[in-house]
């Protein structure tokens, strides 16, 4: 019997980083969260559907990286982005992120930051990754990569979370008027709009 095909990751964020700490979904429900990068295969998937590796790149990242080295690229992963979260939704919250948390940040920063090279482009310079394409860390360096040009950049500013306090899954809001309010309409927008419309169904009845 063949492995049932993974479903895609919901990738509603409009960045890289803010869909890597998406997968940690259920972050704030009352019955706990859910892992969605279980494995380093899972991890490689992400990249791909990201557009931070290319197909190809992912199968023969998966052909050939050994277990225990992926494993240990998924919990470096998986620290990253709870550092990013933490810092993320205290920002959200209004609070200022612990030095803990920014010092894991810039240690991911820094040694993803050791790896590119700098190349000459057609008309300007650009960082790159050639040769490094096989090695087992690569997916945790673009997405170190990702979430450092987020977080120093004036985008930061435009991250938001969703309105349901169950799902807080967090976007970037380039809307025109920057009043997006959900991850996703259909989902968590609708089911509020239900919530509401309930509430006031049962406070006209008891009134």
Same mark, same amino acid.
């Given at each position: ?146 979430? $450092?040009?987020?977080?120093?950049? $004036? ?53």
């Amino acid at each position: 019997m063949s492995n049932p095909v993974p479903k895609p990751f919901n990738l509603l964020a409009g960045h890289a980083a803010l869909d890597l700490v998406n997968t940690m979904d259920s972050r704030f429900s009352a019955n706990g969260p859910e892992e969605l990068l279980p494995a380093y295969g899972d991890l490689l998937r992400l990249a791909a559907q990201s557009h931070l590796l290319t197909a190809e790149q992912a199968r023969k990242l998966a052909r050939t990286v050994r277990e225990k080295d992926g494993q240990r690229v998924l919990s470096s992963v998986v620290e990253l982005r709870e550092a990013l979260a933490t810092v993320l939704y205290a920002w959200m919250d209004g609070s200022k992120p612990s030095a803990m948390q920014v010092e894991t940040l810039e240690r991911h920063f820094q040694a993803m930051a050791l790896r590119r090279r700098l190349r000459p482009g057609d008309s300007r310079l650009v960082w790159s990754w050639s040769g490094l394409e096989q090695e087992a860390e690569i997916p945790l360096w673009k997405l170190a990569e990702a979430a $450092s040009d987020l977080l120093l950049s $004036s985008e930061a500013e435009r991250v938001r979370e969703c309105g349901d306090p169950t799902c807080r899954w967090l976007f970037l809001d380039i809307s025109k008027n920057h009043t997006r309010r959900w991850c996703n309409m259909k989902t968590c927008g609708n089911r509020m709009k239900a919530r509401r419309h309930q509430a006031r169904l049962q406070q006209s009845e008891a009134s």
